[in-house]
């Protein structure tokens, strides 16, 4: 396990979502958490994990939107922030060899 804090922050996240009773119901979204849970214990790339997660979580969303998943709503909203930067520096950098 990576020892990084916003990594564990984001693994307790995770976590607390894939133990959700409404998300038990949903074995795919299950089946997404766990995987990003094991892929950010392996690598420890909190910043690309979290972006992930958040996307999945907006079209959990989307797809869920008759019966929408609190626990998926708290994960994304807890994401998003991350996910921004993420994609601003992968811009930034992109973007710089035009410069």
């Known amino acids: 396990m990576n020892n990084h804090e916003k990594a564990q922050r984001?693994?307790?996240?995770i976590d607390t979502a894939y133990n959700d009773s409404e998300v038990k119901q949903d074995e795919q979204v299950r089946a997404e958490l766990l995987r990003y849970a094991i892929e950010l214990d392996k690598n420890g790339n909190y910043l690309l994990i979290a972006t992930k997660v958040n996307g999945m979580a907006a079209r959990v969303i989307r797809e869920h939107m008759q019966q929408p998943?609190?626990?998926?709503?708290?994960?994304?909203?807890?994401?998003?922030?991350?996910?921004?930067?993420?994609?601003?520096v992968a811009a930034a950098s992109i973007l710089s060899g035009l410069w």
């Open 69 to 88: 998943l609190a626990a998926i709503n708290t994960l994304y909203q807890q994401t998003a922030r991350t996910s921004e930067y993420y994609w601003g």
């Open 10 to 13: 984001l693994m307790a996240q």
